[in-house]
């Protein structure tokens, strides 16, 4: 097919250094082949090359004061990938990796998860190398302040509605949402994640995570299997992986293992997630602490896995939860995953598994949920947070929850429908990805060429 393999060539000119970006790319339109020899009607529109170029970027400087006095500079970024369903959404991340490849890779995936949630959102994502850890609580505040400075003019509640990833919770939403109101004198729904007293939808803080859970249940039903009882794999020690924790403990599953970047912990017992919530939420320190209060768990160290995966992949288990970042779980990883009898994987971060990671995956026939349908349930209940600020309502937990299972459930059963439709039933990676593009091709060819 020379219009798929054309159009990467000339990504991997236009976008040199941009791996992290060229490897989604790769993945979506390598799935996207069946469909393009089946119908010439997206080549016709000359499709794909449209939609792997980002409608708009931002990049910029944000200088902010350290409390030594001292002036510090970091780069901003935010990109506008693609509007044809609806305002652009995603959400900031603030740590030193990121590079514009970062938040194209991201806002690239953006484009096609929101198109799977059914709800009117458009793909964007943004950020900044600004590294948090260890910062006082004053410095966060200014850099945010600093960021949003520049950010305000390009966002709005119609238009583009930035939301939390890695190294952006709760306290930074506030700030930056303080100050674009301090900037616009306006009070409304243009970041999502806010507090629950200013704005805020119930259960967002937890949304990605137990969507993630309830996407591994749906593909376990599917295979006639349920989720109690399972010993679960989680990575990660943030956000996604805390409320994957809180999901599987409620629904009698054995979550054994959580991570940082520093190591991983193994809790037989199970995580105890009070503890694990009182290191990352409140005091924010290492996980090496959680001995402190449960001598019996096991702390392994980062460094013992210096180039080649993750402890967290390397022990007995049912169900594994990648919830931290990309490429965090590599091929040595997945071989390890099968051999130890892991059967379903949901992912809960952003493409966690490389590509040789997934073929394995897709080769045994597992039950495997790419990130872009499993984790859809943060954005997703960001949306139901937009819709809650445009009619000045908040919502019950209730009636949140229903929701994002019911949407969790549509997705799953789009990508299983259109995995089907193609020959290729239970592989959720192509179903994903044709039915998430499917719907974003198709408005953009109704729109016009824009
Ligand atoms: P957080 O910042 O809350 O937590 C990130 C966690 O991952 C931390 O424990 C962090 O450890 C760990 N981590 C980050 N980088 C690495 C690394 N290179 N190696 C090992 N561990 C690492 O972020 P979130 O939980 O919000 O995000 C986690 C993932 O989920 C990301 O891929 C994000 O894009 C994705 N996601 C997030 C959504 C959301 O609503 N927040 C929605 C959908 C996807 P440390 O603190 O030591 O750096
Ligand atoms: O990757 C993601 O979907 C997010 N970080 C959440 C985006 C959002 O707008 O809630």
Do not use: W
């Given at each position: 097919m020379p219009y798929v393999h054309d159009t990467l060539e000339r990504l991997r000119k236009s976008s040199p250094a941009q791996t992290?970006?060229?490897?989604?790319?790769?993945?979506?339109?390598?799935?996207?082949?069946?469909?393009?020899?089946?119908?010439?009607y997206y080549h016709d529109h000359n499709i794909i090359e449209r939609i792997v170029e980002p409608e708009r970027q931002m990049m910029f400087r944000i200088c902010w004061t350290g409390d030594n006095g001292r002036v510090y500079v970091n780069k901003g970024y935010r990109v506008q990938f693609n509007s044809a369903l609806g305002p652009y959404k995603g959400g900031l991340r603030f740590h030193p990796s990121v590079t514009s490849g970062t938040i194209k890779f991201l806002g690239f995936e953006q484009i096609f998860k929101n198109a799977l949630t059914g709800l009117p959102i458009?793909?964007?994502?943004?950020?900044?190398?600004?590294?948090?850890?260890?910062?006082?609580?004053?410095?966060?505040?200014?850099?945010?302040?600093?960021?949003?400075?520049?950010?305000?003019?390009?966002?709005?509640?119609?238009?583009?509605?930035?939301?939390?990833?890695?190294?952006?919770?709760?306290?930074?939403?506030?700030?930056?949402?303080?100050?674009?109101?301090?900037?616009?004198?306006?009070y409304e729904g243009v970041l999502t994640g806010k507090g629950l007293d200013w704005g805020g939808s119930i259960g967002?803080?937890?949304?990605?995570?137990?969507?993630?859970?309830?996407?591994?249940?749906?593909?376990?039903?599917?295979?006639?299997?349920?989720?109690?009882?399972?010993?679960?794999?989680?990575?990660?020690?943030?956000?996604?992986?805390?409320?994957?924790?809180?999901?599987?403990?409620?629904?009698?599953?054995?979550?054994?293992?959580?991570?940082?970047?520093?190591?991983?912990?193994?809790?037989n017992n199970g995580i105890d997630l009070a503890l694990l919530k009182e290191l990352k939420?409140?005091?924010?320190?290492?996980?090496?602490?959680?001995?402190?209060?449960?001598?019996?768990?096991?702390?392994i160290p980062a460094t013992d896995y210096p180039d080649d995966g993750h402890a967290v992949w390397r022990l007995k288990a049912d169900v594994a939860f990648p919830c931290a970042t990309q490429n965090e779980l590599t091929d040595t990883d997945a071989k390890a995953l099968l051999q130890n009898g892991v059967t379903c994987i949901s992912e809960g971060a952003n493409m966690p598994s490389n590509a040789a990671a997934i073929n394995r995956f897709l080769n045994a026939n597992i039950a495997y949920g790419p990130g872009k349908a499993a984790n859809a349930g943060g954005v997703a209940t960001s949306q139901l947070e937009m819709a809650q600020n445009s009619s000045m309502e908040q919502w019950p937990l209730v009636k949140v929850d229903a929701k994002l299972k019911d949407i969790m459930a549509n997705i799953h059963q789009q990508c299983a429908d259109t995995a089907e439709e193609f020959g290729e039933p239970n592989n959720l990676v192509l179903g994903a990805n044709i039915a998430g593009f499917r719907k974003v091709a198709n408005a953009m060819i109704a729109q016009g060429v824009t």
């Open positions: 992290e970006f060229y490897q989604a790319a790769e993945e979506v339109l390598e799935c996207l082949r069946p469909l393009f020899d089946r119908d010439p458009g793909g964007g994502k943004g950020g900044s190398d600004f590294d948090p850890k260890d910062k006082s609580d004053n410095e966060i505040m200014r850099f945010c302040q600093a960021y949003m400075s520049e950010l305000y003019r390009h966002i709005g509640p119609t238009s583009d509605v930035p939301a939390g990833d890695i190294g952006v919770g709760a306290r930074e939403i506030g700030y930056l949402y303080g100050q674009y109101k301090r900037l616009t004198g306006r967002r803080k937890e949304a990605t995570g137990y969507g993630a859970v309830y996407f591994a249940q749906n593909m376990l039903k599917a295979r006639g299997e349920n989720i109690e009882g399972k010993t679960c794999l989680v990575s990660g020690a943030g956000n996604v992986a805390i409320y994957t924790i809180e999901k599987l403990l409620a629904l009698g599953a054995n979550p054994i293992t959580c991570s940082d970047s520093r190591g991983t912990i193994v809790d939420e409140v005091k924010r320190t290492s996980l090496e602490q959680y001995l402190t209060k449960r001598p019996k768990a096991r702390y």
